[in-house]
């Protein structure tokens, strides 16, 4: 078993970005953070695929360069190999979970050009 608060974990920059809430053994579950400007390296996985339940705010989180909109309740599934950029465009906070499995001991993400966006 495994019981953690949230509260007991920092977020990676401090003030915002993900936090772990577990990693593994089978799945890595954990909660991300962007302030209004704030976004998050546009990568992929080479094999756990990501899934993000949206809990507060809305943004556009970049699919290959393809932006999809999502709001509070929504969920998404990011496939292997599919780079996805988050970056909070809004006026408030957005705060999602997300899910990814499996678990990998090493590391799976590839950082990659962040995409152009129309402002």
């Known amino acids: 078993m495994i019981h953690v ?12 970005g993900p936090k772990y809430l577990t990693k593994g053994p089978n799945v890595d579950v ?11 390296d546009n990568h992929y996985h ?20 393809n932006p999809v909109h999502v709001k509070a309740g929504d969920m998404l599934q990011v496939r292997p190999m599919e780079a996805h950029y988050l970056k909070n465009t809004n006026t408030v906070d957005f705060k999602a979970v997300f899910i990814k499995s499996p678990h ?14 129309k402002e």
């Open 5 to 16: 608060s949230e509260k007991d974990v920092e977020y990676r920059y401090g003030t915002h």
């Open 30 to 40: 954990g909660v991300v953070l962007l302030k209004p400007g704030d976004d998050h």
């Open 46 to 65: 080479t094999t756990c695929e990501e899934i993000f339940y949206i809990l507060e705010g809305e943004i556009d989180i970049y699919i290959d360069g």
């Open 104 to 117: 990998i001991n090493e590391r799976d993400s590839v950082i990659v050009e962040n995409p152009k966006i």
